[in-house]
């Protein structure tokens, strides 16, 4: 009879461990496996899903429709010409409508949409089109080349849905990012990638760049679309691709939101975006070993030009001279400075340090509005 009662606790002891560990793996079960991934995880056999991330930021992306009419000169006949025994050519013209399409992305209940420079760039009409159907005239309120940015207004009844502000600043390598656009004119198309790098520059989109890449599927018609977080923030606004003409793939860029909620307040308030100038082009001081080592191997940039009477030459700047500091913030890379002067009001007075020959300079120089041009001007 003891032996059959310690069997008995035997048994019951195990049978109750046993039935502890199921409960424990029914908790983890429900909670879908949940991690950091910021991700949203459904009830039924974890399932990974963003459809609610989608759900809140997709209705306020729309569909960019631009048309151009362009004149085309072509021979349209003939004409004998008695003289020289030869038949004169006669020029006429025709017209053709270029049709492009793109996407945007809607900031205000009023109608402003946040898009690409480069997709309404010359348009004669714009039309968009809205997540629910809906068709409306655009105009242009502004526009940016040097970001690539532009700002639309439409009219349309009834407040229009908004998107929920992201920080690209937060964005680490690794996270997801959905890209919400008008791909070859599909509509309504979501891709997911993760962000595969973040401040990339020197890539020709624009003049400031400071540029989130991701492998989320960007293609023709998801330029000024928006790139979200998993929570359906907008972090970005897709503007290039690398594609397969330099056989890449999965390689896509969007503009980071703080840059373009800068440009979009600036266009809304102004109508244009006013940025500073020394009236001097730059290059990178490590093209130059010997430059670098006379100033102590301290990183600048080298002025490689000097407009007549722009601030630059009125503080006495040279070419070859090494620059290492902008009012009181040091010069780490060529991208950076050019925001730096980007940044300051037209008016202000820095100091600034450089190094010729060896010799470290200060001086002081009025930075000026910047003139829009295609080459860089810092």
Same mark, same amino acid.
């Given at each position: 009879?003891?032996?059959?009662?310690?069997?008995?606790?035997?048994?019951?002891?195990?049978?109750?461990?046993?039935?502890?560990?199921?409960?424990?793996? /029914?908790?983890? =079960?429900?909670?879908?496996?949940? &991690?950091?991934?910021? %991700?949203?995880? +459904?009830? #039924?056999?974890?399932?990974? $899903?963003?459809?609610?991330?989608?759900?809140?930021?997709?209705?306020?992306?729309?569909?960019?429709?631009?048309?151009?009419?362009?004149?085309?000169?072509?021979?349209?006949?003939?004409?004998?010409?008695?003289?020289?025994?030869?038949?004169?050519?006669?020029?006429?013209?025709?017209?053709?409508?270029?049709?492009?399409?793109?996407?945007?992305?809607?900031?205000?209940?009023?109608?402003?949409?946040?898009?690409?420079?480069?997709? /309404?760039?010359? =348009?004669?009409?714009?039309?968009? &089109?809205?997540?629910? %159907?809906?068709? +409306?005239? #655009?105009?242009?309120?502004? $526009?940016?080349?040097?970001?690539?940015?532009?700002?639309?207004?439409?009219?349309?009844?009834?407040?229009?849905?908004?998107?929920?502000?992201?920080?690209?600043?937060?964005?680490?390598?690794?996270?997801?990012?959905?890209?919400?656009?008008?791909?070859?004119?599909?509509?309504?198309?979501?891709?997911?990638?993760?962000?595969?790098?973040?401040?990339?520059?020197?890539?020709?989109?624009?003049?400031?760049?400071?540029?989130?890449?991701?492998?989320? =599927?960007?293609?023709?018609?998801?330029?000024?679309?928006?790139?979200?977080?998993?929570?359906?923030?907008?972090?970005?606004?897709?503007?290039?691709?690398?594609?397969?003409?330099?056989?890449?793939?999965?390689?896509?860029?969007?503009?980071?939101?703080?840059?373009?909620?800068?440009?979009?307040?600036?266009?809304?308030?102004?109508?244009?975006?006013?940025?500073?100038?020394?009236?001097?082009?730059?290059?990178?001081?490590?093209?130059?070993?010997?430059?670098?080592?006379?100033?102590?191997?301290?990183?600048?940039?080298?002025?490689?030009?000097?407009?007549?009477?722009?601030?630059?030459?009125?503080?006495?700047?040279?070419?070859?001279?090494?620059?290492?500091?902008?009012?009181?913030?040091?010069?780490?890379?060529?991208?950076?400075?050019?925001?730096?002067?980007?940044?300051?009001?037209?008016?202000?007075?820095?100091?600034?340090?450089?190094?010729?020959?060896?010799?470290?300079?200060?001086?002081?120089?009025?930075?000026?509005?910047?003139?829009?041009?295609?080459?860089?001007?810092?």
């Amino acid at each position: 009879m003891n032996r059959l009662l310690q069997t008995a606790a035997y048994v019951g002891k195990f049978s109750l461990l046993g039935l502890a560990v199921a409960a424990v793996a /029914i908790v983890i =079960a429900s909670r879908g496996g949940q &991690g950091a991934g910021g %991700g949203a995880e +459904g009830a #039924a056999g974890g399932r990974i $899903s963003y459809s609610e991330a989608v759900q809140a930021s997709a209705p306020a992306v729309v569909s960019v429709y631009t048309s151009t009419l362009l004149q085309q000169q072509r021979i349209v006949g003939f004409a004998r010409d008695p003289q020289a025994n030869t038949g004169v050519p006669i020029v006429g013209r025709r017209y053709l409508n270029q049709r492009d399409l793109g996407s945007g992305v809607i900031v205000t209940a009023d109608g402003s949409i946040l898009t690409n420079n480069h997709v /309404i760039q010359g =348009a004669d009409s714009i039309w968009v &089109g809205f997540w629910d %159907g809906r068709l +409306g005239r #655009a105009e242009v309120v502004g $526009s940016d080349p040097e970001t690539d940015l532009a700002v639309l207004r439409v009219t349309m009844e009834g407040p229009l849905p908004t998107i929920h502000y992201g920080r690209s600043s937060d964005l680490r390598v690794g996270d997801v990012v959905l890209a919400i656009g008008n791909p070859l004119g599909l509509g309504r198309t979501v891709t997911m990638g993760i962000v595969s790098g973040t401040g990339r520059s020197g890539l020709g989109v624009s003049v400031y760049e400071n540029l989130i890449q991701t492998d989320a =599927a960007i293609n023709r018609g998801n330029s000024g679309g928006a790139l979200v977080n998993a929570r359906g923030d907008l972090v970005g606004i897709n503007t290039a691709t690398i594609g397969a003409e330099n056989n890449a793939d999965g390689i896509g860029f969007a503009i980071p939101i703080e840059t373009a909620q800068d440009v979009l307040q600036q266009i809304l308030a102004n109508g244009e975006v006013v940025r500073g100038s020394l009236g001097i082009e730059m290059v990178d001081g490590r093209f130059s070993p010997r430059i670098v080592a006379l100033a102590g191997n301290r990183p600048g940039v080298i002025v490689s030009e000097i407009h007549v009477n722009g601030p630059g030459h009125l503080a006495g700047l040279e070419p070859g001279d090494y620059l290492t500091r902008f009012g009181d913030t040091p010069v780490t890379n060529i991208q950076d400075l050019y925001r730096t002067i980007a940044d300051t009001a037209p008016g202000t007075r820095v100091e600034l340090e450089l190094w010729r020959e060896g010799q470290r300079i200060t001086t002081h120089a009025t930075v000026v509005k910047r003139r829009v041009a295609p080459a860089a001007e810092g």
